[in-house]
């Protein structure tokens, strides 16, 4: 499911695990290049600090609030859980630097790249459904940090998980093994043309530099089928999350029972208003073992950051249609509290602390 087109073009300047919250959140941003790709990305990295380093805003932009962070602060001493993020179409990792932080509160290293072609500013409708693109880029930054002498003593290489947010859900959920299926994303984009993602493959438009570019529009059809429906399974990664995963309509049901490592499904909205292009009580249903639960009076924008309270007034300046920062039934930042314990709940139940 796609996010809103204003976030293309905005640019964001059992076991209980140790909690660090009392410190300082690290960060640092990379570049990752690697030989089995050609895509350089810019990659964010949270982590449990020493609280030395230079006190920065991460996330911070006209609509949204920031996350404060130690820029390359030292990280604290022990081996931590690795916990990779794949943000939405058209968003950036720095927009999930809220849960981001959180996590590394809990005592997790995070780490997210800008997904090239589908992220703020750099984004096609031909682009967006490249999924296997988006898997190799988690994977090469685990083989980056994993091979890297400044991490690698501080990640455990046997409790790495994935934390997926609409088509970041999608590259989580075919990181555990799922598998794509091109004739049943056609079909349900014909049965559902009003859908986000659908739309936007037929809108003729796209984004390059940060700026609205006209492109062909997108026949399904022409997706390379063989690449969208191969396995793109890393196996190791032992843990993942899905937060209204897109795909949910496409993904092979004999793909969904082979999965042999936990996997918990998170829907924003209550029963009955959750959009069938990211509905997944079925895939958790399918998917064995797998964890599912619905965060009432939500929805899909809520998984957004917390907005300034002068957002309202700049998105209506704009033209922006779209509710990005539109509270329901439910003040956002609640929201997020609910959600950052179903997600660290999740991570610490199933990536436990020693090792």
């Known amino acids: 499911m796609r996010l809103t087109r204003f976030l293309l073009a905005l640019a964001f300047s059992a076991t209980a695990l140790p909690a660090f919250a009392a410190e300082p959140i690290g960060l640092q941003k990379i570049s990752v290049v690697t030989q089995d790709s050609s895509r350089a990305l810019a990659v964010t990295i949270w982590y ?26 030292r990280i604290q001493q022990g081996r931590f859980p690795l916990i990779l993020l794949s943000h939405g179409s058209g968003s950036r990792a ?107 493959f037929r809108g003729g438009r796209g984004f390059a530099d940060g700026e609205e570019v006209d492109v062909a529009p997108l026949d399904l059809a022409s997706i390379d089928k063989a690449r969208f429906e191969q396995s793109n399974r890393d196996k190791r990664i032992a843990s993942v999350v899905a937060v209204d995963p897109g795909l ?15 996997v918990t499904l998170i829907n924003l909205g209550s029963p009955g208003s959750v959009p069938v292009a990211v509905l997944s009580d079925r895939l958790a249903d399918e998917i064995p073992g797998a964890g599912y639960a619905q965060v009432d009076n939500a929805n899909h924008f809520s998984f957004l950051p917390i907005c300034k309270a002068s957002a309202a007034e700049f998105l209506a300046s704009i033209g922006e249609q779209d509710p990005i920062c539109q509270e329901t039934a439910r003040p956002r930042i609640d929201i997020h509290a609910e959600l950052e314990k179903l997600i660290i709940d999740a991570f610490t139940r199933t990536l436990k602390a020693g090792g």
Not at 248 to 262: D, F, N, R, V, Y
Request: contains cysteine; aromatic residues 6%.
């Open 248 to 262: 949910a309509t496409a993904l092979k049901p004999e793909s969904l029972t082979s999965i042999g490592i936990p």
């Open 94 to 200: 720095e927009g999930m630097a809220w849960i981001a932080e959180s996590l590394a509160e809990a005592g997790f290293i995070v780490a997210g790249p800008n997904h090239p072609g589908t992220t703020s500013g750099d984004s096609t409708p031909a682009a967006t459904p490249k999924i296997w693109e988006r898997t190799q880029d988690i994977s090469s930054i685990i083989s980056t940090l994993s091979a890297d002498a400044h991490w690698q003593a501080s990640i455990d290489p046997n409790r790495i998980g994935v934390l997926g947010f609409s088509l970041g859900g999608s590259t989580a959920l075919e990181l555990a093994g799922a598998r794509g299926d091109l004739d049943a994303y056609i079909r349900y984009c014909r049965e559902n043309p009003d859908m986000m993602d659908c739309s936007w």
């Open 48 to 73: 449990p600090s020493k609280a030395d380093g230079t006190p920065a805003m991460i996330g911070e932009s006209k609509v949204f609030d920031g996350v404060p962070v130690r820029r390359n602060a």
